[in-house]
């Protein structure tokens, strides 16, 4: 149970990283979408130790979060 909690963080880890790399050139609400999708991944990561649907329910979440955010 342990590995797959790490597994899913440090892939939500590496979406977060990959994501911000790509965000030189979009505009500040895309960027707020892309890091909002990648905090809430690794929040429903945690908060469902490790569960792939927790992890990718943050993620919709946080990209949705994140996009209001943005306006």
């Known amino acids: 149970m342990r590995k797959n909690r790490s597994i899913a963080t440090g892939m939500a880890m590496l ?5 911000m790399l790509g965000c030189g050139d979009m505009s500040h609400r895309d960027a707020d979408t892309v890091v909002g999708a990648g905090v809430g991944g690794v929040a429903g990561a945690v908060l469902t130790g ?14 949705v979060v994140g996009n209001q955010v943005g306006k």
């Open 15 to 19: 979406f977060t990283v990959t994501a």
């Open 50 to 63: 490790g569960s792939p649907l927790g992890t990718v329910g943050g993620a919709a979440v946080g990209g």
